[in-house]
C-alpha cells in the first residue's frame, strides 16, 4: 500500500515548533508533544492515548517480559524476563508552561461566512477575538482526509485553566449560550526531566530525558497498574489494565508522569466500540457503531491536548477508551469488517458522526442544538420506515399539539421496536414547585416560578427556548442542553409541560441531544435486516460509507 502523506502539524500553525528544548531531543519526545502522525504499514494510523497523568510513580508487566527502548544517538533495547515489573518514576522534572484561553467557537475552514459572523458577534459584544486553525490534511491513495478546524477564541490568556474556566462560566451566562465555552490549553514551555525505571527484582535501572517506551518482548499486551479512570465523576476508581502497542510513560506538563499508549487507531477502536454500545446488539448495529466512532476517532486527532504528550484521552472529554479490559469477541468482529472505513458527506468531508442514546421517534437538527451553521448531513429525520406518518410535516416543527399526540400515541419507531431502548424512549418527571424553584433561582433569581413557555422548537419537537415567569422576573433559556441542566437534567429537550397539584410535570421523549446515529434505532434497523451502511445512510443524511484505508 502506497503510504499515506503525514498530517500537516497543527502545532507549526500556531508557530511553536521552534518552542521544543534544544537539550536533550529525540525523535520520540518530539513525536510525542507534536500533532504529527506515524502510520502503520497498512496506512492506519498510530494513536497517543493518554491514559492518566499527575502520577509519582508507574509499575508495568507483561507476561512475556518486557523491553525498554532508548532512543537518540545511543539507541539500545533493554530486555526485562518475564515475571519481572518496572516501576517508573520522575527526577529533575521542571513542570512546563501553559497558558489557557476561552474557545468560544469552532468550525470548518471552509466556513468563511459563518467565522465571520461569528467574529463579528463576539466583536460587537466588546470582545477580542483571534482565530486558530488546528488539525490538518491526510493525502491517502483513495482520498484526503481533512479534519481541519478554525477555532475562534478571546485573545486575553489565562495563566491557570481555573481562572479561563471561570471566564468561560462567565460568558455563558453573561449570554446565555447553549454550552459553556470550552479553555483552549497553549503549550508555551515544555516540561522537561528524567525519567527513571527500575527492575527492583535485579536492581537494574535504566533512564532518559522525558520519557521511556516499553512494550511487551513478545509484541503482546502491556500492563498498567492502577490506572486511574473517571477522574472528577462519581464512577473514579482505579484499575490494573491491559493495552495493546507501546505504553510510553513521560514527563507531563506538571512534571510529573503521564503514562501514554501508543497503538494503531484500529486496536483502540477493539476497547473503544465496546464502551460506547451493547456488544449484544446485532452485527449491523455494531459495525455502524465502529464507523462512527473511527470518524469520531479521526476527526479529534490533532485538534485536542496540543499542551499534552498525546493526541487523545481515554475520558469522556475524547471517547472512552479501557484497553483489553473492554474487548469483546462480536464488537472485535465489527471493528474488524469495517476496517478503515469511515462516513463522508455529499462534499466528500469527514461526518461529524454524533450520535445519543435515543432520539424519541426523531433526531434533530445540529443547528437547533448547538447553534452555529447548518449541516447537510445532521438533519433531523423522522426515525421510522420512509411512509411512517409522525403527524406534522417533515423538515418543520410540530405545534404543541401535535408532539403532544405523537408523545401520547407515537407511531412505530425504531428505538421503540427494541427492547433494548424501551425505558428510553417514553418518560415523564414530576417536580414539586418548591424543588423547581430551588433549580431555577440557582441560575436565575426570578423568584417563585409561576409559568414555563415553549417559545421554540426543533423539527423533532426538542425546545430551542423557554420561557421561566417568576414573581420577581422572567427569564429565556435557550438551547436544548440548557434546558435540561436547569431542569435537574431531563433526559431530552423533547418533552411537554403541565402543571398539577403543585408540580410541574414534564413528558418526553428520548435521551440525550437527538442529533446523528439513535443507538437504539440503529439496533432496531439492524433487528429488522437493515445493513450497516442503511443505517448510517438513514441517520447522517447525503452520507456514504468509504475505506480509507
Not at 112 to 129: I, Y
Not at 350 to 376: F, M, N, P, Q
Not at 444 to 462: D, K, L, M, N
Not at 467 to 479: A, I, L, Q, S
Request: glycine share 10%; proline share 6%.
Amino acid at each position: 500500500m502506497v503510504p499515506p502523506a503525514l498530517i500537516l502539524p497543527a502545532m507549526m500553525a500556531l508557530g511553536l515548533a521552534s518552542q521544543v528544548p534544544a537539550e536533550g531531543r529525540h525523535d520520540d519526545a518530539d513525536l510525542l508533544y507534536s500533532t504529527q502522525l506515524r502510520f502503520a504499514a497498512d496506512g492506519q494510523p498510530v494513536v497517543t492515548v493518554g491514559l492518566m497523568e499527575g502520577q509519582e510513580s508507574v509499575t508495568l508487566r507483561a507476561a512475556a517480559g518486557l523491553t525498554v527502548a532508548l532512543s537518540g544517538p545511543g539507541d539500545a533495547t533493554v530486555t526485562l524476563p518475564p515475571g519481572h515489573a518496572l516501576t517508573l518514576s520522575a527526577h529533575d522534572a521542571t513542570p512546563g508552561q501553559t497558558r489557557y484561553r476561552v474557545a468560544l467557537e469552532s468550525l470548518p475552514p471552509s466556513e468563511f461566512a459563518e467565522m465571520a459572523k461569528a467574529r463579528h458577534r463576539w466583536t460587537d459584544r466588546g470582545l477580542s477575538v483571534d482565530t486558530m486553525e488546528l488539525g490538518g490534511v491526510v493525502g491517502y491513495p483513495a482520498r484526503m482526509l481533512d479534519n481541519r478546524r478554525s477555532f475562534l477564541v478571546e485573545s486575553a490568556p489565562h495563566a491557570t485553566p481555573e481562572a479561563a474556566e471561570a471566564r468561560a462560566a462567565e460568558l455563558a451566562s453573561a449570554w446565555n449560550l447553549a454550552t459553556v465555552p470550552g479553555v483552549f490549553a497553549e503549550p508555551v514551555k515544555r516540561a522537561t526531566g528524567t525519567v527513571l525505571a527500575v527492575d527492583r527484582a535485579t536492581g537494574l535501572t535504566v533512564s532518559q530525558h522525558n520519557l521511556l517506551a516499553v512494550a511487551a518482548a513478545d509484541g503482546g499486551p502491556v500492563e498498567v497498574a492502577r490506572v486511574e479512570y473517571a477522574r472528577g465523576y462519581a464512577q473514579h476508581g482505579f484499575q490494573d489494565r491491559s493495552f495493546h502497542g507501546t505504553i510510553i510513560v513521560a514527563i507531563d506538563p506538571s512534571g510529573r508522569l503521564a503514562v501514554v499508549n501508543r497503538v494503531p487507531a484500529e486496536e483502540m477502536l477493539r476497547g473503544l466500540v465496546p464502551a460506547e454500545t451493547f456488544p449484544s446488539a446485532p452485527a449491523a448495529a455494531l459495525e455502524a457503531q465502529a464507523i462512527t466512532a473511527r470518524g469520531e476517532l479521526l476527526a479529534k486527532l490533532g485538534v485536542r491536548h496540543l499542551a499534552d504528550p498525546y493526541l487523545v484521552c481515554s475520558e469522556q472529554h475524547c471517547q472512552v477508551y479501557a484497553g483489553r479490559s473492554r474487548e469483546e469477541a462480536r464488537t472485535d468482529a465489527a471493528v474488524a469488517r469495517t476496517h478503515g472505513r469511515m462516513l463522508f458527506d455529499g462534499d466528500g468531508q469527514l461526518v461529524d458522526s454524533v450520535y445519543s442514546a435515543s432520539c424519541g421517534g426523531h433526531t434533530e437538527d445540529c443547528d437547533a442544538v448547538w447553534g452555529g451553521a447548518a449541516r447537510a448531513s445532521l438533519r433531523g429525520v423522522p426515525d421510522a420506515p420512509d411512509r411512517a406518518d409522525i403527524g406534522w410535516a417533515r423538515n418543520e416543527a410540530p405545534t404543541e399539539a401535535q408532539l403532544r399526540r405523537f408523545l401520547e400515541h407515537p407511531p412505530d419507531s425504531w428505538c421503540a421496536l427494541t427492547t433494548k431502548g424501551r425505558g428510553s424512549f417514553r418518560w415523564e418527571r414530576a417536580l414539586p414547585d418548591d424543588e423547581l424553584d430551588r433549580m431555577v433561582n440557582a441560575r436565575h433569581p426570578i423568584g417563585h416560578v409561576t409559568a414555563i413557555e415553549v417559545q421554540g422548537r426543533g423539527v423533532s419537537g426538542r425546545v430551542t427556548a423557554v420561557r421561566f415567569v417568576g414573581t420577581d422576573g422572567e427569564v429565556v433559556v435557550e438551547r436544548e442542553l440548557p434546558v435540561r441542566r436547569l431542569l435537574g437534567n431531563l433526559k431530552s429537550g423533547m418533552f411537554v409541560v403541565d402543571r398539577e397539584d403543585g408540580r410541574w410535570r414534564f413528558t418526553g421523549g428520548g435521551y440525550g441531544h437527538g442529533v446523528g446515529m439513535c443507538q437504539y434505532g440503529a439496533i432496531g434497523m439492524a433487528e429488522r435486516g437493515s445493513s450497516a451502511a442503511a443505517i448510517l445512510k438513514h441517520y447522517y443524511s447525503g452520507a456514504k460509507v468509504e475505506r480509507v484505508y
